[in-house]
């Protein structure tokens, strides 16, 4: 049988990889939505919390990137036997 290429794989592999697909997927359209719910809340009022302030926005995107470089180094762990 072979080895595994990296040190995380089959099963447990698969699921890391769709949650960093989607991670990758929000990342990458979260100010397209961050901009839609201010345009919304203008219309129609927002609450004291919602929609998140501009720095608040900026925080959460740069946790979000930390997440995916995170679960992008893990996943390339190589195996070692």
């Known amino acids: 049988m072979n080895e595994p290429q990296f040190k995380i ?28 719910d201010k345009d919304m809340c203008s219309f129609y009022g927002g609450t004291k919390d919602y929609p998140m302030n501009d720095d608040k926005a900026n925080e959460r995107y740069n946790q979000l990137k930390n997440k ?10 190589p195996y070692i036997s």
Do not use: P, V, W
């Open 68 to 77: 995916i470089d995170k679960l992008e180094s893990k996943l390339n762990e």
């Open 9 to 36: 794989f089959g099963t447990e592999r698969r699921i890391l990889k769709k949650e960093l697909a989607e991670l990758k997927s929000f990342y990458k359209n979260y100010f397209h939505y961050h901009q839609l």
